[in-house]
């Protein structure tokens, strides 16, 4: 589980050649980071609601950064239809969920003083790229099929 992970080991594991975790997982675990500093935004923001669907969001996108890890082995060690398909749910719920994240940074950014409002826009970028990169994802594991 990369959540249990620490951070030089996950960086490594990530670097190693092997087919997983890949770019996948790290697609989850930007949209994870950028869900920590939506979460830091809102709470400079004082929205309670952001705050606690931002850490859901977290939560999600590191059991998705897992899951996509697991679907590709699969995938590589039996690729049938089922296979194939879970290595393109995967990334796009990735994709969903990073789009939240950027909704939710922004809408932070938008209450927020210059000198924190930085993080939110962080926040907001880094979610967008991983959007950007899972849907990408999908979409190369769709035209492999």
Known sequence: MLNQLP???????????????ASGAATALTGA???????????????????????????ELVQLGDEDAAAYAAYLADQNEQTHAETIR??????????????????AAGKLKSSVAGDARASAELARAAARVARGLAQLNRAGS
């Open 33 to 59: 980071l950028a869900a920590a500093l939506a979460e830091l935004s809102a709470r400079f923001a004082a929205d309670d609601a952001g705050i606690a669907r931002a850490r859901e969001l977290a939560s």
């Open 90 to 107: 995967v990334p796009e719920e990735i994709a969903r969920r990073a789009d939240e994240v950027a909704e939710l940074a922004e809408r």
């Open 7 to 21: 951070v030089a080991e996950l960086l490594d594991k990530i670097g190693e050649k092997t087919p997983a975790p």
